[in-house]
């Protein structure tokens, strides 16, 4: 059985995204430095084992270079990128998937990673966003870790938003750390 967790951040509305830009770097630099604290934190938590990472290009792009890149590369574990017409192993430098034809949905990438990660006997699916990404996902999850930011990021007309970011049902949510403005819940479930 493959575990799948994704570790989002959002606004108080569910952006992911304002501009094109992921809302960690539209934080006020108090909340930002405490988000990627705790982003490394749960990295190295769920970085143990046989594991792949799944982010969007994007979203990849914009993480080189910083401590949460260095805690993936230290963890030694494959990282898979998805645009729309690829999917892409980054540090073999080789494309897993290609569907250049048309362009991928969500339904598609769900199930070219779980091929990929059948194939290599990866036993959790770490997906860390964008939007695409992490809605490809959302409903195999069986753990959340959720960072809200307290306040609105952005013109509504600007954000991209998550689907499903508060889970339910048989869902239990652990809060880890809150205050007025941030706030980390671990959801997870039994499957």
């Not at 594991?51 to 993936?72: C, P, Q, R, S």
């Not at 997906?127 to 013109?155: A, Q």
Request: with cysteine; glycine share 6%; aromatic share 8%.
């Amino acid at each position: 059985m493959i575990e799948y967790v994704s570790i989002l951040l959002t606004d108080n509305r569910g952006a992911i995204a304002v501009g094109g830009e992921p809302i960690a770097f539209k934080l006020p630099k108090s909340a930002r430095r405490l988000d990627q604290e705790y982003f490394r934190a749960i990295l190295a938590e769920e970085l143990i084992g046989k594991v792949v990472v799944v982010i969007g290009d994007n979203t990849w792009k914009e993480l080189v270079g910083t401590k949460a890149a260095k805690v993936i590369r230290a963890a030694n574990v494959p990282v898979l990128t998805s645009s729309a017409t690829q999917l892409v192993d980054v540090y073999e430098d080789k494309v897993v998937c290609d569907w250049s034809d048309n362009e991928c949905t969500l339904d598609q990438l769900s199930r070219e990673v779980t091929k990929w990660a059948l194939v290599n006997g990866t036993r959790k699916v770490v997906v860390l966003g964008g939007m695409s990404v992490y809605n490809s996902f959302s409903m195999s999850n069986t753990r959340v870790w959720h960072s809200v930011y307290g306040e609105s990021i952005g013109d509504l007309s600007e954000c991209k938003c998550v689907r499903n970011t508060r889970p339910i049902g048989d869902w239990r949510g652990v809060t880890q750390y809150s205050d007025s403005m941030y706030t980390l819940v671990k959801y997870e479930r039994e499957v």
